[in-house]
């Protein structure tokens, strides 16, 4: 199995997506079901994991209805209230779909930068380690030290840094960032998804050499079973196709080890999210 671990869909008559700004022109539509699955196709992926965009238990429905009606969905990693006393009940609401693989929030946007390891959160991320459902990091690298100290707190929760911690490429950002994920790393509870690496690069003028000194030194933190491949589209067309995004990564990869590949490309993240592969294959 070849897995897209992080893509976005958004129906704008729907929601309202305070993130959809006026600048990001490339962005100003709808993005489906329909319109993902023939790039997953010309691309050889089999499944993809599509992933909240919004504080909202709605949004998670629709997701999870979407799920049900496109097998090559091969999960939702959806949004919960970390801070409701009641969110095993609502887990386990979501759980009885059978699609809901991992829940997510925009921690880098909490202006509270300990809100992580509040009282109440640690409660709910801790329900989420009760329903063995793993827990996407939202994350810049500001956050690192503080995600470090989450992942030895609740050692029982699997943990996802999303996008390598958003390190600023374009302005060849490294330290602290490399030394900081490097030590997350080490906690065998965390995983890193090598994704949305373009729209952190230079828009219009990015190459894949800008993008190697990090994936590389993700490759070597955590190691061939703790990666895993993501598009982040349709965010990632502000800076190139999904085509080109399989390409560059595909390259880079290749370039570390040979033994990267099986894990990076769909393994882990059947392991990591708990998925059920033949399930979905034969729905």
Same mark, same amino acid.
């Given at each position: 199995?070849?897995?897209?671990?992080?893509?976005? !869909?958004? &129906?704008?008559?729907? !929601?309202?997506?305070?993130?959809?700004?006026?600048?990001?022109? $490339?962005?100003?539509?709808?993005?489906?079901?329909?319109?993902?699955?023939?790039?997953?196709?010309?691309?050889?992926?089999?499944?993809?994991?599509?992933?909240?965009? /919004?504080?909202?238990?709605?949004?998670?429905?629709?997701?999870?209805?979407?799920?049900?009606?496109?097998?090559?969905?091969?999960?939702?990693? %959806?949004?919960?209230?970390?801070?409701?006393?009641?969110?095993?009940?609502?887990?386990?609401? !979501?759980?009885?779909?059978?699609?809901?693989?991992?829940? *997510?929030?925009?921690?880098?946007?909490?202006?509270?930068?300990?809100?992580?390891?509040?009282?109440?959160?640690?409660?709910?991320?801790?329900?989420?380690?009760?329903?063995?459902?793993?827990?996407?990091? /939202?994350? *810049?690298?500001?956050?690192?030290?503080?995600?470090?100290?989450?992942?030895?707190?609740?050692?029982?929760?699997?943990?996802?840094?999303?996008?390598?911690?958003?390190?600023?490429?374009?302005?060849?950002?490294?330290?602290?960032?490399?030394?900081?994920?490097?030590?997350?790393?080490?906690?065998?509870?965390?995983?890193?998804?090598?994704?949305?690496?373009?729209?952190?690069?230079?828009?219009?003028?990015?190459?894949?050499?800008?993008?190697?000194?990090?994936?590389?030194?993700?490759?070597?933190?955590?190691?061939?079973?703790?990666?895993?491949? %993501?598009?982040?589209?349709?965010?990632?067309?502000?800076?190139?196709?999904?085509?080109?995004?399989?390409?560059?990564?595909?390259?880079?990869?290749?370039?570390?080890?040979?033994?990267?590949?099986?894990? !990076?490309?769909? $393994? $882990?993240?059947?392991?990591?999210?708990?998925? &059920?592969?033949?399930?979905?294959?034969?729905?």
């Amino acid at each position: 199995m070849r897995i897209d671990a992080h893509q976005h !869909f958004w &129906q704008r008559d729907r !929601f309202q997506y305070p993130w959809l700004t006026k600048e990001l022109t $490339n962005l100003q539509r709808d993005f489906a079901p329909e319109d993902l699955h023939p790039l997953l196709q010309k691309n050889a992926i089999d499944m993809a994991l599509v992933v909240q965009t /919004l504080n909202s238990l709605e949004e998670t429905y629709w997701f999870l209805q979407l799920a049900e009606k496109n097998p090559f969905i091969g999960g939702v990693i %959806g949004w919960v209230d970390l801070s409701d006393p009641l969110i095993g009940e609502q887990l386990a609401e !979501f759980q009885s779909s059978k699609n809901l693989v991992g829940i *997510r929030h925009q921690v880098h946007d909490e202006p509270d930068g300990n809100w992580l390891l509040h009282d109440d959160i640690l409660s709910g991320l801790q329900a989420l380690a009760d329903h063995s459902l793993p827990y996407d990091l /939202l994350i *810049r690298p500001t956050h690192l030290p503080l995600c470090t100290e989450l992942a030895k707190t609740l050692p029982s929760l699997s943990l996802i840094v999303d996008h390598i911690a958003k390190p600023g490429i374009a302005q060849k950002q490294w330290e602290p960032w490399a030394e900081d994920i490097a030590q997350l790393a080490t906690l065998p509870n965390v995983s890193c998804k090598v994704s949305g690496l373009i729209t952190e690069a230079d828009w219009s003028s990015w190459k894949p050499e800008d993008l190697q000194p990090y994936v590389e030194h993700i490759c070597h933190s955590f190691g061939s079973d703790r990666i895993m491949f %993501g598009s982040n589209w349709p965010f990632c067309l502000l800076a190139g196709s999904y085509d080109h995004v399989i390409e560059t990564i595909t390259v880079l990869i290749d370039q570390i080890d040979d033994s990267y590949s099986a894990g !990076f490309w769909g $393994n $882990n993240a059947t392991r990591i999210y708990n998925l &059920q592969s033949e399930t979905k294959e034969s729905a």
